[in-house]
Nanobody, 117 residues
């Protein structure tokens, strides 16, 4: 079965950095689009960044210039490098993937990111 597994979450100081990874397993077919979502307590899940198989990226306005998404299609892994972290970045970060033209979304279980002094 296809699974997405996140890693790299943890505690960071404001202004610090964290790097997240998400690896897809259980398939030899690369997901067309991979992305990161986050959900803070009391808020809806929101898109943070996404990347296509061609390397095109999109970012939420709140993270532009601070976060960078990348992928290694050969090993079915997507990364999120988070710099200049702010307390408002605190959330559970979820990996997401899907195939173009298919409505089914695959989700990881999430990894906690906490930014606090």
């Amino acid at each position: 079965q296809l699974q997405l597994v996140e890693s790299g979450g943890g505690l960071a100081q404001p202004g610090g950095s964290l790097g997240l990874s998400c690896k897809a397993s259980g398939t030899l077919v690369a997901l067309s689009v991979l992305g990161w979502y986050r959900q803070a307590p009391g808020k809806q899940r929101e898109l943070v960044a996404r990347i296509t198989s061609d390397g095109h990226t999109n970012y939420a306005d709140s993270v532009k210039g601070r976060f960078t998404i990348s992928r290694d299609t050969a090993i079915h892994t997507v990364y999120l490098q988070m710099n200049s972290l702010k307390p408002e970045d605190t959330a559970v970060y979820y990996c997401n993937g899907h195939y173009v033209g298919n409505t089914y979304n695959y989700w990881g279980l999430g990894t906690q990111v906490t930014v606090s002094s």
